[in-house]
């Protein structure tokens, strides 16, 4: 493993380099195979470089640990407000998950539903080209169009475009409290219905979740909200007012137990450690329940109030990539795989003008092909 | 300002590209004749003007798709142009271009209130697509100060941002899925009405790419729903820099307002004399607004109110009533036009960490002595985009010059203080030619690398964002 611990080493790494690499952060989060071996890192890369409370924004090395981040961040009452999850649980990896690897993940968790994904926070990025040019694109300020943006681009990219050395992230204050709205024994329409008119509603929810098996095997349905103390318990009262046509929801506030319950949804636990596929699915919130119903043996776990499904597909199922990939292309939307058979495409195919302006971007920002080949969009 | 010579060849082909317009569109479309199109000469950045070859107004996203085809066979460039309200030059013509007004695509495709979207085609305004959806009690959050006018297209081009965006963010945030037609007259759906498209994040490239990457015909956006009340609290001060570091409090404290806007004492003299607000005579002004409940935007204001008192102000006007809350943003809304009346004026929006507020004020403040020019400074205070309104006499020789020296001055400290040339205006030919102070020529390289991908022959708004000598290569080949 090569991992360089400074900007100009990487670049002078990729700029002789003859052979591809498997560009990662920590490791924690393999989502799909590249035909690359050596593998280089940006762990060696680390530091948070600037960050200013006032300003909301934080700037850091690409390898920095996300633990470490998250601390510095939560010494000033602050937080990434996307909640990215840790995939290790659940892709049974180890090692330490890094901010750099969050980006190139475009690792967005339940919070997303009301304040964006990875890249709606994305300021700033510093990244290595595959002519081992560094490239600088965006800054640390809130607002800027100056030019076009590549840091949306290098969100999500999974490392395809180039090795991200520095991001700069907008942060957010962390609410004084939390309170979930649980319900149980929902069906799964009854339960979009349910998370879409509280998201239809004034009272800003940050979570929307229904897992078809929760703790005790039953269906459960929580809604989170976030905030002053008087303004949580006033918007859970209103929303369980709105919501009483579908039974009576109770509402949580404990600190400790709403972490922990949010953790839970967070990084998929119900689906860890179990034999099967687990695919993430991208829909219409509406359209999610018949997405699931019509593909038969599975469990699921709606998260995005249904705009996001996770799928367990049991080990042994007669249900195949391309029946998932139909069923959402079917209705609109795109399916990951995320754990499962290396054989099978990990991304959704895209349609053929988008297939070209993908490959094409690859081509301008890695002329050789070094970094990831195979990963994304390129056809087997 | 200078732009490229036009293209010879293609004047001389005039004729034959009109009439083969006119071919592929219904003959009230394709507008030539030199009185028709002056209204087309120019955008909001009216200091420049230039008639272009011709405009068409396709209504279908098959005809934007055609003409497309046709210029992209012909070689003739192709301006895409929304209401034309750009203050940077997005929407400038050169006369071998053939201008493509989205006007006539303006009608709503699809609501959709359970998963909170809405279609729309993309000539139509900002504010009507709220109107579209507030009778359900919802909103399209992004709102530019223009969006009684400027269109969805225009938007999606520039990544518009508004007021409001400290909470609800800018274009890219709210923009969900798009069709979009190609130079070479490809249609493309990119995105829809689920979150993060599939693949690379094409959607977040093409917002904001000033129309060099492809014409959107039709949008995918998210909507909101109101919220139930919101309220605006207005505090004065004697100082610039008690100012900024109340902003930076009112931040850390954890309340997150939806507006945080800032006027200094030459802004507020003026649009005390223009709409009389009431407001007071001091250095440096906020407004701040919060969202919810009575007794939630009580609880907020109470901490904003405790945390500013902290900081020894000269004024503190809380609204009690609809009418209050309209007076207190009546003068940051009449801010432009009592500018305006007071001469020509030059509209920047260089953004700045926070932070260095204090500094690049008194900086602002030192430079307006030495070009001789007067400056007012209203800006969105919780992002740090600033609007500097540099004023001059369009009639005086010279003055439009040195204002233009004067801007770029502004716009280099900004970029120097750790910030950028433009927080949501866009470069367009404005700060086309500043863009080497922000961005070294790799950084440059690789975005026109980008349009090479959508664009091969960069026919499609060709002298914009990049400066000439750097572009020139790609243009002529």
């Not at chain 2, 297209?153 to 798009?178: E, F, Q």
């Amino acid at each position: 493993m090569i991992s360089p611990e400074s900007e100009t080493a990487l670049a002078s790494i990729i700029k002789t380099s003859r052979t591809p690499f498997k560009v990662q952060g920590g490791g924690t989060r393999p989502i799909g195979t590249t035909s690359a071996t050596s593998i280089l890192s940006t762990s060696g890369l680390k530091g948070v470089e600037l960050y200013e409370p006032g300003a909301l924004t934080i700037v850091a090395k690409a390898g920095t640990p996300l633990a470490e981040v998250e601390h510095v961040l939560a010494a000033e009452g602050q937080r990434l407000a996307f909640e990215p999850m840790d995939h290790r649980g659940l892709l049974g990896t180890d090692g330490t998950p890094t901010i750099g690897g969050v980006v190139a993940g475009n690792v967005s968790g339940p919070r997303r539903i009301q304040v964006g994904a990875c890249r709606d926070f994305l300021l700033g990025v510093r990244f290595v080209d595959g002519q081992g040019n560094i490239v600088k694109n965006g800054g640390r300020v809130m607002k800027n169009v100056t030019g076009y943006d590549l840091v949306k681009l290098m969100a999500g990219s999974f490392g395809t475009l180039g090795v991200l050395t520095e991001v700069s992230l907008k942060v957010l204050p962390k609410p004084k409290s939390t309170g979930v709205l649980l319900l149980e024994g929902l069906s799964d329409e009854q339960a979009i219905q349910a998370l879409s008119k509280a998201l239809g509603s004034p009272f800003d929810v940050s979570g929307a979740v229904h897992v078809t098996k929760g703790l005790d095997g039953s269906p459960v349905t929580m809604i989170r909200l976030e905030g002053f103390e008087n303004s949580v318990e006033y918007r859970a009262d209103k929303l369980g007012k709105l919501l009483d046509q579908f039974g009576n929801f109770s509402l949580e506030t404990d600190a400790d137990k709403t972490a922990a319950g949010w953790k839970w949804v967070r990084d998929v636990v119900p689906f860890q450690g179990r034999e099967g596929d687990i695919w993430r699915l991208s829909v219409k919130p509406t359209d999610a329940p018949g997405v699931v119903d019509s593909l038969g043996d599975t469990e699921a776990l709606y998260d995005w109030g249904g705009g996001l499904v996770w799928l367990f597909v049991p080990k042994n199922s007669k249900i195949s990539a391309s029946d998932i990939r139909h069923a959402v292309s079917h209705v609109g939307g795109h399916a990951t795989l995320i754990r499962g058979n290396a054989e099978t495409q990990t991304f959704q195919p895209l349609p053929e003008t988008l297939e070209v302006l993908q490959a094409g971007l690859r081509r301008q920002f890695d002329p050789q092909g070094l970094f990831n080949p195979g990963l994304m969009g390129a056809k087997k | 300002m200078e732009m490229p010579e036009p293209d010879p060849s293609i004047l001389k082909r005039k004729p034959e590209i009109i009439r083969r317009l006119k071919d592929i569109l219904s003959a009230d479309a394709v507008i030539s004749d030199l009185s028709e199109t002056r209204a087309y000469e120019c955008d909001a950045l009216v200091a420049y003007r230039c008639p272009p070859m011709a405009v068409v107004l396709p209504a279908t996203t098959q005809e934007v798709s055609d003409v497309l085809m046709l210029c992209h066979e012909m070689g003739v460039p192709v301006v895409p142009r929304g209401s034309g309200t750009s203050l940077a030059g997005g929407a400038l013509p050169t006369r071998d271009c053939v201008i493509l007004g989205v006007a006539r695509l303006n009608g709503v495709l699809e609501t959709d209130y359970e998963n909170r979207f809405i279609r729309v085609q993309s000539g139509r305004t900002n504010l009507s697509v709220t109107g579209a959806v507030e009778d359900e009690g919802f909103f399209y959050a992004p709102d530019p100060s223009s969006q009684l006018a400027c269109a969805i297209a225009g938007n999606i081009a520039m990544n518009s941002g508004g007021a409001h965006c400290l909470k609800y963010g800018v274009t890219t945030n709210n923009l969900m899925g798009v069709t979009m037609v190609l130079m070479d007259g490809t249609i493309t759906e990119i995105g829809g009405a689920y979150l993060d498209a599939a693949g690379l994040d094409l959607l977040g490239l093409i917002c904001g790419s000033e129309g060099q990457l492809g014409v959107v015909t039709e949008a995918t956006l998210r909507i909101l729903r109101k919220p139930e009340g919101a309220r605006p609290v207005l505090i004065g001060f004697d100082n610039n820099e008690v100012a900024g570091a109340c902003v930076s409090d009112i931040i850390k404290a954890g309340v997150l307002p939806v507006a945080i806007e800032f006027m200094d004492r030459p802004c507020i003299r003026a649009t005390e004399a223009f709409a009389g607000a009431g407001y007071p005579d001091c250095e440096a002004l906020l407004i701040v607004e919060v969202e919810g409940s009575d007794a939630e935007i009580d609880e907020q204001l109470g901490i904003i109110l405790e945390i500013a008192r902290r900081h020894n102000p000269v004024e503190l006007r809380e609204s009690t009533s609809a009418e209050e809350s309209a007076k207190i943003w009546l003068g940051r809304k009449s801010a432009f036009g009592a500018m305006g009346q007071i001469n020509d004026y030059m509209c920047l929006d260089g953004t700045i960490p926070v932070s260095q507020l204090p500094y690049v004020l008194r900086r602002i403040g030192e430079m307006s002595r030495e070009f001789g020019l007067d400056v007012g400074n209203v800006f969105h205070a919780g992002d740090g985009n600033m609007h500097p309104l540099i004023l001059y006499d369009a009639n005086k020789s010279g003055d439009l010059e040195l204002c233009e020296d004067f801007g770029a001055e502004i716009l280099k400290l900004c970029v120097e203080v750790g910030g950028c040339l433009t927080g949501e205006h866009g470069v367009g030919i404005e700060k086309r030619d500043l863009m080497s102070h922000q961005y070294a020529p790799e950084d440059l390289e690789i975005q026109m690398a980008v349009k090479d991908v959508f664009d091969p022959q960069w026919l499609l708004n060709p002298a914009k964002v990049f400066p000439l000598t750097s572009s020139q290569s790609r243009r002529v080949a």
